[in-house]
């Protein structure tokens, strides 16, 4: 069984950056693609980024693109989630997922990701 564990989440003022990590245990390899979600208070889990198994596909929710960069290291069972130019809005709980083993292609779907991690709190001051 994957167990998922994000970091790297604080309280940062407006225009700063942040990077959350998800370390991932229990395989040797894991074969499936991955992503980081969020939810605000009041509102529904969000995508915000996802990267195939292989790293060479990434999609990005429109109101990070251009700020928030998607990566992975599969010999060290990581992923990043580097997040610049931080907005009020961004504020949430910021969850890692991964697709079940072998779903290597990476989906916007929230309810295509399987195993999740307990989340990592970002607080975006104005």
């Known amino acids: 069984q994957v167990q998922l564990v994000e970091s790297g989440g604080r309280l940062v003022q407006a225009g700063g950056s942040l990077r959350l990590s998800c370390a991932a245990a229990?395989?040797?390899?894991?074969?499936?693609?991955l992503g980081w979600f969020r939810q605000a208070p009041g509102k529904e889990r969000e995508f915000v980024a996802v990267?195939?198994?292989?790293?060479?596909?990434?999609y990005y929710t429109d109101s990070v693109t251009g700020r928030f960069t998607i990566s992975r290291d599969n010999a060290k069972m990581m992923m990043l989630l580097q997040m610049n130019s931080l907005k009020p809005e961004d504020t949430a709980l910021y969850y890692c997922?991964?697709?079940?083993?072998?779903?290597?292609?990476?989906?916007?779907?929230?309810?295509?990701?399987?195993?999740w991690g307990q989340g990592t709190q970002v607080t975006v001051s104005s």
């Open positions: 997922a991964a697709r079940r083993i072998g779903g290597v292609t990476a989906t916007t779907t929230v309810s295509e990701y399987v195993v």
């Open positions: 229990g395989r040797t390899c894991i074969n499936a693609a």
């Open positions: 990267i195939s198994w292989s790293g060479c596909t990434t």
